[in-house]
């Protein structure tokens, strides 16, 4: 299967706990993006990447969160000092083209995270 | 920040009955997509829109741009029981913003 996976598919945390989670993008495509989706609603932009570089930061992205795609690949997610309200599914995507240019984002299966 | 409001925000319908969905905003698109999501899966996408008024077809889906860019709609006909999902419209206001997502249509079919 060539598709964008991530891992874990499932998280389960404690309050304050760090987590990290990675996606593994389709091999050929050099942007990266992540998501945030809550039950009801649909995903939210949390942060682009072109390659290794984040080029974009969506202000839901606090400080407590960060991410990297260090070798322009494989791309994670961290998010330290979890709260409650962090419980999402967290997308990830990847495309070769913009979408204005007729690129399509393929997304991953999605890390549930629940913060108890 | 912009949004996008998607109605009905659920459907029950027929196996065979044709649906129909849409998408408004306040704002302006230059781009507008539909998305469908199972359970437990990411969005695939079903159809892009690139121009104001464009109708496009995908099998037994059928979307348009709207003339004033500002809505968008998505009609399935004959539905099947595999239609079930969630349909979410999204949004892209110029080249370098990031994609909008409406909150999902939830349709089920019965057989």
């Known amino acids: 299967d060539t598709g964008v996976s991530q891992n874990p598919r499932h998280k389960i945390t404690k309050r304050g706990q760090n987590v990290t989670f990675r996606c593994d993008p389709i091999?050929?495509?050099?942007?990266l993006y992540w998501y945030r989706q809550t039950l009801g609603q649909g995903p939210e932009f949390l942060t682009y990447?072109?390659?290794?570089?984040?080029?974009?930061k969506s202000r839901l992205l606090s400080d407590r969160f960060s991410a990297e795609r260090p070798k322009g690949s494989f791309s994670t997610l961290e998010i330290q000092r979890t709260e409650q309200g962090d419980s999402a599914m967290y997308l990830c995507?990847?495309?070769?083209?913009?979408?204005?240019?007729?690129?399509?984002?393929?997304f991953g299966p999605g890390t549930r995270l629940t913060v108890t | 920040g912009q949004q996008l409001n998607q109605s009905p925000q659920s459907m029950f319908i027929q196996e065979g009955e044709d649906v129909s969905m849409n998408c408004t905003s306040s704002?302006?698109?230059?781009?507008w997509l539909w998305y469908k999501q199972d359970p437990g899966e990411g969005p695939v996408l079903l159809i892009a829109?690139?121009?104001?008024?464009e109708l496009t077809s995908n099998g037994r889906l059928t979307a348009q741009f709207g003339i004033t860019r500002k809505d968008s709609f998505l009609n399935i006909s004959a539905s099947i029981p595999s239609d079930v999902g969630i349909y979410f419209c999204?949004?892209?206001?110029?080249?370098?913003?990031?994609?909008?997502f409406g909150k999902g249509t939830r349709l089920s079919v019965i057989a």
């Open positions: 995507a990847s495309s070769l083209r913009q979408v204005r240019e007729g690129g399509e984002q393929y």
């Open positions: 091999s050929e495509h050099n942007r």
């Open positions: 990447f072109q390659n290794e570089a984040q080029l974009e």
């Open positions: 704002s302006i698109f230059n781009t």
């Open positions: 829109l690139y121009k104001a008024g």
């Open positions: 999204a949004g892209l206001s110029s080249g370098n913003t990031p994609l909008v």
